[in-house]
């Protein structure tokens, strides 16, 4: 029902910044909530921040400060300014959508981008 298309993805150095996008299409109008998750290899899928409603935001301990999620409601695309990018922050990042549909609640998950951050 909805597609997630990630970019800006790649390789940084600790401190440095990195900009990421995700544009959503199918059906968009649906979509209450946007938010960012990331996995690195063998560990668990953790959600890094969320922007709901266009408005309401909330992060993940370990990047707030660092982090800044915001939204295109009109185009219906979802960014994540990274900024002070440690070595713990390398994982791939996935773009996620919330929508409800008839009073029940879907998420979709897009393909994901890699981010490494190394010297």
């Known amino acids: 029902q909805v597609q997630l298309v990630e970019s800006g993805g790649g390789l940084v150095q600790p401190g440095g910044s990195l900009r990421l996008s995700c544009a959503a299409s199918?059906?968009?109008?649906?979509?209450?909530?946007m938010g960012w998750g990331r996995q690195a290899p063998g560990e668990q899928r953790e959600l890094v921040a969320i922007i709901a409603n266009g408005i309401s935001t909330n992060y993940a301990d370990s990047v707030k400060g660092r982090f800044t999620i915001s939204r295109d409601n009109a185009e219906n695309t979802v960014y994540l300014q990274m900024n002070s990018l440690k070595p713990e922050d390398t994982a791939v990042y996935y773009c996620?959508?919330?929508?409800?549909?008839?009073?029940?609640?879907?998420?979709?998950w897009g393909q994901g981008t890699q981010v490494t951050v190394s010297s």
């Open positions: 996620y959508v919330k929508l409800r549909v008839v009073g029940v609640d879907h998420t979709y």
């Open positions: 199918g059906s968009i109008f649906s979509i209450y909530a």
